[in-house]
């Protein structure tokens, strides 16, 4: 039997099971068509001694961006061109854990294959940096292609800000409760560019779930199952909403009354 760099290093497992759990969610929902989407997350914490001497098993690869908070971070990521679906059943064929080098602009595949990470990893490396640099307790992000939300980004009415964070907290109290930071907008930017992760990490500093417009959303949070909670609740406000509409009539929504006695009674930050 063929030995794993998860055996015998049970905490390290539990989160990168995690990774699978969420993985698998994403695909039975439907929102991760073929490669679609991506999952980071930051296992530094889970780092021993035995492994910091593992060599690479790839030369140093550019990140585009020098992340001087990532000084010897390391992450699990979710492979490019990788199914959730695969990553479900096998998470170390279909991702890999890196280490960023010394000079925070490149990483290096530790384990287990040479599995090149996703194309999504400026902005998942990105946005790991400044939860360090803010002292953030975030662990992971999540980017995946949820339909309903997507679909309503093809509008500019939806665009404007906080107009479908207010719309999506309206259809259901526990929206509101369960994503109180909202839904910031990332206008349109090429997939894997840098100028989608600055955007990304501009919006971030206010929300903890973002939608990249006609695309699919980025979601942050301290583990991958919080990150997906809070994409899963803003979803089913979206499928609410689009029911409503298919019914032949456009929701009332809950109050303004309603929805600020939600904020005092659960002392929501919005
Ligand atoms: P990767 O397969 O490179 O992770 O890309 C999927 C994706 O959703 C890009 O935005
Ligand atoms: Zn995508």
Known sequence: MTLSILDGRPELKRKIYEVAEVAGYLWQKGWAERN????????????????????ALSAPVAIGLTLPHLKGNWFYCKGTNRRMRDLARAPMDNGSIIRITDDCAHYE????????????????????NDFVERGVDYK????????????MSHTDKFLKK????NLLWSMIPETKAFCPRGLGIVPYRLPGSLALAEATIAELQDYDVVMWEKHGVFAVGPDVLEAFDQVDVLDKSARIYMCARSMGFEPDGMTSAQMKEMSVAFNLPK
């Open 109 to 128: 595949i530790v384990a287990e294959k040479p599995v090149k990470p996703t194309s999504e990893l400026p902005s998942h490396l990105a946005v790991h």
């Open 36 to 55: 679609g989407g991506n999952i980071t997350v930051n296992i530094t914490e889970y780092v021993d001694d035995a492994m910091r001497s593992l060599p």
């Open 162 to 165: 906080d107009v479908l964070s």
């Open 140 to 151: 992971a992000s999540v980017h995946t292609h949820p339909i309903e939300l997507v679909a």
